[in-house]
T-cell receptor, first 116, second 116 residues
Framework: KQEVTQIPAALSVPEGENLVLNCSFT??????LQWFRQDPGKGLTSLLLIQSSQREQTSGRLNASLDKSSGRSTLYIAASQPGDSATYLC???????????????FGKGTLLTVNP | EAGVTQFPSHSVIEKGQTVTLRCDPI?????LYWYRRVMGKEIKFLLHFVKESKQDESGMPNNRFLAERTGGTYSTLKVQPAELEDSGVYFC??????????????FGPGTRLTVL
């Protein structure tokens, strides 16, 4: 059964700092990995999607890397801003042991607070 | 283009009552998913429709939960009778691509269900 772990559970940083969020998964036979952002009371917004054949994806100040063989991904946020404050979720699709072709398996998320 | 919408945004009911959640996917999206997040836990997959057919309902907790998608458009998720442990946020997602490797799911804002 695929399991996703995110570390740290919460992170508080001053504005302008560069930071890294971590995600690990137990079954490396994934099809893709996705990072989401969730604001309080809102839905999930997809930030970056990395296919299993890719090593990284970049969007603006965000960079996500994927090391499929070791079951790890990182989300790097450069020059953090108060508006980045949210919960960041990692989700994988697939995995030999129980992951269907379509369903996403989520981690619990990292609650990020960027202080002005 | 309108996103995934869910109704109601919040529902408070007493144990033993019935509640029906509704999801309207993005127009033209054949795939529709239900997920749930209970307090302190990760978001978990409940089921997946392709048009009006249930493709995968392996995540449905028990037979008190009934999901339908008549006509392949909107979907309802009924909980009858509701129990305390059903409290949580129910998310709906939809996607267009039937090729599961490149399928990108778009999430709604969720329905927060509180069972007293």
């Amino acid at each position: 059964k695929q399991e996703v772990t995110q570390i740290p559970a919460a992170l508080s940083v001053p504005e302008g700092e560069n930071l890294v969020l971590n995600c690990s998964f137990t079954d490396s036979a994934i099809y893709n990995l996705q990072w989401f952002r969730q604001d309080p009371g809102k839905g999930l917004t997809s930030l970056l999607l990395i296919q299993s054949s890719q090593r990284e994806q970049t969007s603006g100040r965000l960079n996500a890397s994927l090391d499929k063989s070791s079951g790890r991904s990182t989300l790097y946020i450069a020059a953090s801003q108060p508006g980045d404050s949210a919960t960041y979720l990692c989700a994988v699709k697939g995995g030999n042991s129980g992951g269907s072709n379509y369903k996403l398996t989520f981690g619990k998320g990292t609650l990020l607070t960027v202080n002005p | 283009e309108a996103g995934v919408t869910q109704f109601p945004s919040h529902s408070v009911i007493e144990k033993g009552q019935t509640v029906t959640l509704r999801c309207d996917p993005i127009s033209g999206h054949d795939n529709l998913y239900w997920y749930r997040r209970v307090m302190g836990k990760e978001i978990k997959f409940l089921l997946h429709f392709v048009k009006e057919s249930k493709q995968d309902e392996s995540g449905m907790p028990n037979n008190r939960f009934l999901a339908e998608r008549t006509g392949g458009t909107y979907s309802t998720l009924k909980v009858q009778p509701a129990e305390l442990e059903d409290s949580g946020v129910y998310f709906c997602a939809s996607s267009q691509d039937l090729r599961w490797r490149t399928d990108t799911q778009y999430f709604g804002p969720g329905t927060r269900l509180t069972v007293l």
